[in-house]
């Protein structure tokens, strides 16, 4: 009764699609008071005074709060991103809380915005922050080698730009908190990754004792990164809710939401890089900037992208600065992949312009310079742990079928049709720190795991009961698995990196094998020897017992036991490795480009799921294809975000999504974990946008050749003028 490997369907899906899932804004108390926010309009001002007197007059509205009176408004007296709250209103009626903001009286001095990053470090730029004395919040060196000897002995040097966007993360839901203070503890939803962080934040901002504050993770309509932050609202609503001994919630509107929740990418890399003639690359050095919005909230963006630079080839000598700078735009904070999507762009545009640029092919240069042994360190200390990077790459091309779709785009376009194909490949970083599960035998058989990890929408439920129900031998459905809630599970970190299935799914390993430990112990007693433990029972002396009749005999006071067990993991780092494909179509007259295929070759360990697994990618891709083709946050001079709600911001759709085929590589290499994963959640949206910008730049070649695309998003205005 083997479940890992098995494309289960997820068990979440009849609650979610019968519409029977609470989300955040589907909760509602009795009583419960709703918050809004009096917003800036502009990116930088300062906040001379703000008048709430007619606000609190307004007809339902409970209480008001600004400046001073206890909630960190406006900090240091002014405000720097458009959106940014100068003061909170609470009121009976939404729609009464939103006529009342309306009433709020602020005066503003409005201060010069610096938006572009480049500018804001030149000298005599507006400050965003004045404690500093500059707008560089942050920046460290990585090096290893000898850059320069390297540099010197060179053959062939190339240097420029690439360029990512700043993107909006966009969840189906936007960010909500509800708040239910009763006089003793408070309780809190919010939509969120990190329900322990927001406990302990809440519990410090509020001085009290953790026992006193439960933070509740209802079902969460997507996230990507965008809320693994404790944000400000959070622990103002939580606040209020505790002053008035009330229940308070807030629920963004979508522009809200779009000038509020952390932007994603906005990362750019100025490189050189030394080779030989034969296409080995010596050396590469550089500066990866961050533009990191109003507030540096110590994401290491820019460094993860400087450590993963290398990506999975073997460069011995290498510098590369990374540097945060603050603009008055919205905070930069992770957005699925978080440095790794940003630093295999980097490089795999680097190998693809040095294979121009020698004459080379492009999976030729990737031959001459992929890690042959590992684990590896790269030259910048990260270690890599196990994969065969050579013959993934060229079982993956095989595959995929990388040569014959290339030969197809050749025969189409003698037809008249401009098809593009392109490929990239990748090494992430995934999982850190550790992660605790709690494993409870219950009265009738069954077991339920209590889970740290936080899902929002990638299936862990079901993933967590196949790799609990696998080490008891027991059948799934007696597995429930519970998330999401402080009540039950002293700590945990939640998801966000790929970590979820490793971390968390280990944990619930080491649960169940500590369950089974337990049990064996009163099976021993039960049977007069000691058993040993298959297919779901205790067995020796030609007897057995099954783990449900251990259980029951537990429970009727026959043998004690330890019936509830509690497991803690520390998970280290873990890499995955890959070959994704993309074909497009490009419309020479307009510039369009539509994807017409995604493919996929991912060596990720153990594969618990296939079915999960392959949605991850799937999602992963379009986000990908997003970056490579669509998305934009875009401000004007003024600090104005212009892509304001969905009606400006370009999400695809169902409608762009590529036909997919998704394969995983046959795990010869799992990770050191007892789960033996590496992670899926992140892969394809940091291999997919390289992969398709490499499709459209040969789309266009077969019209105009020499063409090289260095930034994303790639518009089909940029494409009919370079076609021109």
Aim: hydrophobic content about 40%; glycine content about 10%.
């Amino acid at each position: 009764m083997r479940y890992i490997g098995r494309p289960i369907p997820r068990v979440e899906d009849d609650v979610i699609l019968s519409g029977r899932a609470q989300y955040l804004d589907d909760i509602e108390p009795p009583g419960v008071l709703y918050a809004g926010f009096v917003r800036s309009p502009y990116a930088h001002a300062k906040v001379l005074r703000v008048d709430l007197s007619d606000v609190r007059q307004s007809k339902g509205v409970v209480a008001a709060f600004g400046p001073g009176e206890g909630f960190d408004f406006a900090p240091g007296g002014k405000v720097r991103y458009q959106g940014e709250a100068v003061a909170m209103v609470v009121a009976r009626d939404r729609y009464l809380l939103q006529d009342a903001i309306e009433k709020a009286v602020v005066d503003y001095e409005p201060l010069p915005a610096v938006v572009d990053m480049f500018e804001a470090m030149r000298e005599g730029a507006p400050l965003v922050d004045e404690s500093l004395g500059t707008n560089i919040a942050y920046e460290a060196v990585y090096q290893g080698g000898d850059v320069e000897k390297a540099m010197r002995e060179a053959e062939v040097r190339i240097e420029g730009r690439i360029s990512t966007q700043r993107l909006v993360p966009s969840a189906m839901e936007p960010r909500g908190v509800l708040a239910v203070y009763d006089g003793h503890s408070l309780t809190i939803w919010s939509s969120t990754q990190v329900p322990f962080d927001i406990r302990k934040e809440v519990a410090k901002h509020l001085d009290l004792p953790l026992s006193r504050v439960r933070v509740i993770q209802p079902f969460v309509g997507g996230a990507f990164g965008s809320k693994l932050l404790v944000y400000p609202e959070e622990l103002w609503v939580s606040k209020a809710a505790y002053l008035m001994k009330a229940a308070v919630k807030w629920v963004a509107t979508r522009t809200e939401d779009f000038k509020t929740t952390t932007h994603g990418r906005a990362l750019v890399l100025d490189y050189k890089v030394g080779a030989a003639r034969d296409g080995r690359v010596l050396a590469i050095e550089g500066v990866v900037y961050a533009d990191a919005g109003a507030y540096y909230w110590g994401e290491g963006l820019a460094d993860t992208a400087a450590q993963m630079l290398p990506g999975p080839y073997d460069i011995r000598h290498g510098r590369v600065r990374a540097v945060a700078v603050l603009t008055n735009k919205t905070p930069l904070s992770a957005y699925r992949g978080a440095g790794r999507p940003e630093a295999t762009f980097f490089i795999e545009r680097i190998m693809d312009r040095l294979a121009d640029e020698l004459g080379l092919d492009r999976v030729e240069i990737r031959r001459r310079n992929l890690i042959r042994e590992l684990p590896y360190t790269n030259v910048f200390g990260i270690t890599y742990d196990t994969g065969d990077y050579p013959g993934t790459f060229e079982r993956g091309l095989e595959r995929l079928g990388y040569r014959q779709l290339k030969k197809w785009a050749d025969e189409e376009f003698k037809k008249g049709r401009v098809l593009g194909v392109g490929f990239s490949i990748y090494v992430e970083i995934t999982t850190f720190g550790f992660e605790v599960a709690v494993l409870r035998a219950e009265r009738d058989g069954s077991f339920t795991l209590y889970t740290a990890v936080t899902p929002h929408g990638q299936g862990l439920a079901t993933a967590l009961a196949q790799v609990v129900a696998d080490e008891l031998e027991v059948p799934m459905e007696r597995v429930r698995v519970v998330w999401g809630d402080t009540a039950y599970v002293p700590d945990g970190i939640g998801t966000m990196g790929s970590r979820s299935i490793t971390a968390g799914g280990s944990a619930a390993v080491l649960a169940a094998r500590k369950l089974k430990g337990e049990l064996a112990k009163a099976a021993e007693k039960l049977l007069g020897c000691r058993p040993e433990y298959r297919e779901g029972s205790f067995i020796c002396g030609g007897n057995s017992l099954s783990i449900s009749d251990v259980v029951k005999a537990v429970y009727r006071g026959k043998v004690e036991a330890n019936l509830t067990v509690e497991a803690v993991y520390q998970a280290d780092a873990t890499f995955p490795f890959g070959v994704h494909v993309a074909v497009v179509e490009l419309d020479p007259e307009t510039g369009f480009v539509k994807p017409l295929l995604y493919k996929s070759y991912d060596d990720v360990g153990v594969v618990v799921n296939p079915l999960l697994a392959a949605g991850q990618v799937m999602g992963g891709a379009l986000q990908g294809i997003a970056q490579a083709l669509y998305e934009e946050a875009i401000y004007d001079q003024s600090g104005n975000l212009v892509t304001a709600n969905l009606a400006f911001y370009y999400v695809p759709t169902a409608a762009e999504a590529p036909r997919y085929e998704v394969y995983f590589a046959e795990p010869h290499h799992p990770s050191k974990h007892p789960t033996g994963t590496k992670g899926i959640g992140e892969a394809a949206a940091i291999a997919s946008t390289p992969a398709v910008v490499a499709a459209v730049e040969d789309a266009i070649r077969r019209l105009k050749p020499g063409v090289r695309i260095d930034k994303t998003p790639i518009t089909p205005e940029e494409i009919w003028r370079a076609l021109r």
